[in-house]
Each structure stands twice: as structure tokens, then as C-alpha cells.
């Protein structure tokens, strides 16, 4: 092969996985991680950072989250369940370590909530997006509007 075209190669790739990385940050710092560093900086304020860095629960959060970023950060990624990823992963980890002190901690409800309301909101399997509407149709809407304003 000659000189030119492995560069271009080596180009491409090197540009697919920046754009890949690039992609996942952007995930991770616009969505997955807002729950994650929210309640971080909640418990450092609360806890301290000693308490903080000794629980093991903490990395298991951060784990959750990272795998669900991988996840979203695809092309072809279905937004509704893949927002639910980080605190299904957390809840069937955390569980059992936890019992039913877990249903008690209002962080986890919290959690729970936020990551639907996410999945809801983002999620487009729920919510079929419109047709857009035809030029014969935006103008019957307009000559409309205009006839209830007239009136």
C-alpha cells in the first residue's frame, strides 16, 4: 500500500474514535452523568470526602453510569431504555447489598424518578413523532388561523 493511503487510513480511524469519544463525553456531561454528579457533590457537602471515597456504592453508581453513556453515546441507540440502564444496573446490584433499606433511601426514589422522567422525555418509542405537514396543509392552517382572527 502506498504511503498516502494508510495515512488516510490511519486518519480516518484516529477521526472515528475521537468522534467516538467525543461523543461519549458529550453524553456523560449533557445526560447520563447529571443524577451521578448532582448526587456526588450532595454527598461530599453532606459526608464529607472521606465518606464519600469509602463507599462502595458510590463506584458502583459511577460504573452504572459509565455503561449506560456506552450505551446512549451509539448512533442507533434507543433513547427510552437506555436512559434506564444506570439505575436498573444500580438497583440489581445495590439490592441485595442493601435489602429492604434500599426502598428507604430517598435518593434511590429519587433516582428512579429522574431516570424515567429522562427516559420519558427523551425516549421516542414512547412518543411517534408527527408527519410533517404538507405545503396544502400548512396553508389550510394558515388561511384557518387567519378566519378565526377575523372574526
Not at 13 to 42: D, Y
Not at 59 to 76: D, E, H, I
Not at 78 to 104: A, H
Amino acid at each position: 500500500m502506498s504511503k498516502l493511503f494508510k495515512q488516510g487510513l490511519n486518519s480516518t480511524f484516529e477521526s472515528k474514535q475521537t468522534s467516538r469519544l467525543t461523543t461519549f463525553i458529550s453524553e456523560f456531561l449533557s445526560n447520563s452523568g447529571h443524577f451521578l454528579i448532582l448526587k456526588n457533590l450532595a454527598d461530599v457537602a453532606l459526608y464529607g470526602w472521606e465518606k464519600y471515597l469509602t463507599d462502595p456504592t458510590e463506584y458502583l453508581l459511577f460504573g452504572a453510569m459509565v455503561v449506560q453513556t456506552f450505551y446512549l453515546s451509539k448512533p442507533r441507540s434507543s433513547r427510552f431504555f437506555g436512559n434506564l440502564i444506570g439505575v436498573g444496573i444500580y438497583t440489581l446490584i445495590d439490592l441485595p447489598v442493601d435489602g429492604y433499606e434500599f426502598f428507604e433511601n430517598p435518593s434511590h426514589f429519587v433516582f428512579w424518578l429522574f431516570s424515567v422522567a429522562i427516559a420519558i422525555l427523551q425516549g421516542k418509542c414512547i412518543v411517534k413523532p408527527r408527519k410533517p405537514i404538507s405545503l396544502k396543509g400548512k396553508t389550510q392552517l394558515l388561511l384557518t388561523w387567519q378566519l378565526i382572527n377575523i372574526n
